[in-house]
Nanobody
């Protein structure tokens, strides 16, 4: 069983950057695609980015393309989300997840972390 722990969130001004990390325990992390999702107050959880198990393929929601970069290091059992040029509308709790049947559907992932808060001030 894989357990995930997110870190790296915080308070940043608009235009700033943060790098989120997703630390995984367990031997099977490298066999799973990984996704990042976010949930703002009063809104449903939404897809942000995903990466294939090998790291060869990446996917992004349109609003973060060119600003966010998803990556992974299977040797370190870790995934990352580099977020640049942050905007107030990026404010949310960010979650990583693995073992999903659809890259884009947060409800299809069987294993997720507890989340890390990202707050972007204007």
């Amino acid at each position: 069983q894989v357990h995930l722990v997110e870190s790296g969130g915080g308070l940043v001004q608009a235009g700033g950057s943060l790098r989120l990390s997703c630390a995984a325990s367990g031997r099977t992390f490298s066999s799973y695609a990984m996704g990042w999702f976010r949930q703002a107050p009063g809104k449903e959880r939404e897809f942000v980015a995903a990466i294939s198990w090998s790291g060869d393929s990446t996917y992004y929601i349109g609003s973060v393309k060119g600003r966010f970069t998803i990556s992974r290091d299977n040797a370190k059992n870790a995934g990352y989300l580099q977020m640049n040029n942050l905007k107030p509308e990026d404010t949310a709790v960010y979650y990583c997840a693995v073992n999903g049947t659809s890259y884009y559907n947060p409800n299809s992932y069987r294993i997720g972390g507890q989340g890390t808060q990202v707050t972007v001030s204007s």
